[in-house]
């Protein structure tokens, strides 16, 4: 296809509920980058963007649907694959 | 092309002429004044005379900027739908072939808005 | 005690949603599926295997009744604190208000056609997946809706230009633009309004319209725009999902469908970024804090965003449509523009107009410095010379139309800011008016659709807007009728620092940060 790596974003909510979830994807993917603005952040990666149920799960202490996502979600980028493991953001298929 | 519908689909124009009591809509823009922000429209009777569209409802409308004194209406360039018209200020709009929503423009030569800016 | 708990293997999510969504789904056996579902193929979609449809978010009616009881707890506890704190008096400035008033009267009853359409066509595709899908869009639209109004009745009780919010949608002339649009969308098939709404505006431009309002309100101290925002666009990430998926799933059914999907994508892309027009003018003109310029988030969330998009959708042969060329090259231009026009209409609007302060100009000649300077700032420092003189610019007259978008014509020819663009064609014997060759292309495809449009001044002047009032009676004041028809009261037009609202503002925060002995 291309050679431009497009760039996917996931926007959540900044509150309680998502700190554990924001720092899961932090751990895992290092090419992520965060931009905090009023009430939000906006984490964008090149290619992938990956929230794992495991690593959040350590995170918040507790068990974690990845569902619960839904109610803090404000915007995303690329296509979406979700099971109960991992949600994936991409636009390599 | 015509519409893609899943039944018969007719239906008239909502802006008739015959919709306007007699009147014919016409709209009027001056170009290079940009502080007019559109072209406006009047519905005028097709028997007005062209120099009463301009003393009237244009100088209304346009009156407050300082170029309107100004204008030397002989030199003035009109266009109608975007090609070029010689209007008769003394005849009726029929008369000077100004249908029902013709799109009229005027230009002001030596006149260009506020500080020579086009506004 | 040590007792082994034995949980009992709980359903993978695939297995529940296919068991929540395709098992709920049946053959019909007394009618055929043609007449039980008339309307998915007169438009000429192709549809082959209805099973191949994947909803990526798999989400099942019971999971989203879960998380969206969650999030209406989460948002009326708030709007409640919001309330009962006062927190109309910790915004940023009386101006915000205005952007509230766009809001509830412009976009909310928006949702409430996209609650009625996605209900319509949530019944009328006979795949089982996106009905459900439909449905639960449907829903989240309806409670957008209800939550809107419930989040704005709150200033509604204090400031002027809400409370008719319903009429004026159906009947103020500049309200016909977001109004018309939404129209124009349910009034396709359901293949086109899928696309038109749930693709083109829900994917391709729902940032656009997120950033300005919500952010907006959470620079300017509007708890409750930003939490019934916030609340909403949790929604709207599965919207998006389903307006990408809806084209994938159609361009993979059928190579016939590209074309009429191209063609789609060519006329909504357009008819959305018309209607943004609105938001451009609020987040550059409109916000007393500013987020980011209109063309700033059109460089984030269109250039970099929806490349990605139609560089992954190319591989379907489609293509970024041509109007974009021109949504560049209105870029810097397209909030000034709009501004101009609603500052010298200020007196058919339900919100109040200012002209920008000289700090506000030297923002705006920094985010647009290739064209506010030489084109704009000489008309606000001139109308603002007039206002001091006692004598301000206002337009006396209704303007022209564009016959699709219903803008007035305000647009210049692109590329050549002081020179007015001019498109025109004549259809069964009648002339017709464009803002853009792209209104135009729209008009000509099914020109049998756009004839009936209600342009504001072709409304006045047939005299459909002077309710019970008798023209023909003496002394009869056509500007006065149709201002009571239209239930447009002089407090809710005209210029801000003459309003009610600006004078309340300052009195009541007044009151709330000092004591009077």
Known sequence: ?93 | MTITANAPYEFTSHDRQEDFRGARLVYVGWNRHMMFASPYCWPLPPDTPFGALVEGPMAQAFGMHPDWKKIDWAKAEWTRNGEPFSPDPAKSLADNGVAHKDSLKFTTPGLDGIAGAGI | MDIAVTKKKKLGLKERYALMTRGLGWEPTYQSVDDVFPMDTFEGIKIHDWDAWEDPFRLTMDAYWKYQAEKERKLYAILDAFAQGNGHLTLSDARYINTVKLFINGLAPLEYMSHRGFAHIGRQFRGVGPRVACMMQSLDEMRHAQTQVHAISNYNRYYDGMANFRHHHTHLPYLQVPRSFFEDAATGGPFEFIVAIGFAFEYVLTNLVFVPFISGAAYNGDMGAMTFGFSAQSDEARHMTLGLEVIKFVLEQDPDNLPIVQKWLNKWTWRGVRVLTLVAMMQDYMLPKRVMSWAEAWEIYFEENCGALFRDLARYGIEVPPCVEQVRKERDHLSHMAWCQFYQARGTSNFHAWLPSKEDMDWLSAKYPDTFDQYYRPRFEYWAKLEEEGTPFEAQTPPQQCQVCQIPTIFPVPGEPLTRAEHTCEHDGERFHFCSEWCQVIFEDEPEKYVQANLGAHELYKGNLFGDADPTAEGFDPMAAAMAFLKLTPAESGLHKDSEDARNFDLWRGLATRNDA
């Open chain 1, 1 to 93: 296809m291309t050679e431009t790596k497009s760039t996917v974003f996931l926007c959540l909510q900044a509150n309680d509920d998502t700190r554990g979830v924001i720092d899961a994807i932090e751990r895992d993917n290092e090419h992520a980058s965060f931009d905090y603005q009023p009430g939000m952040v906006r984490i964008t990666a090149p290619g992938t963007l990956t929230v794992n149920r495991e690593t959040v799960e350590e995170e918040v202490g507790r068990e974690f649907d990845l569902q619960e996502l839904h109610i803090n979600m404000i915007s995303l980028s690329g296509h979406v694959d979700e099971d109960d493991d991992a949600l994936v953001l991409s636009w390599d298929r």
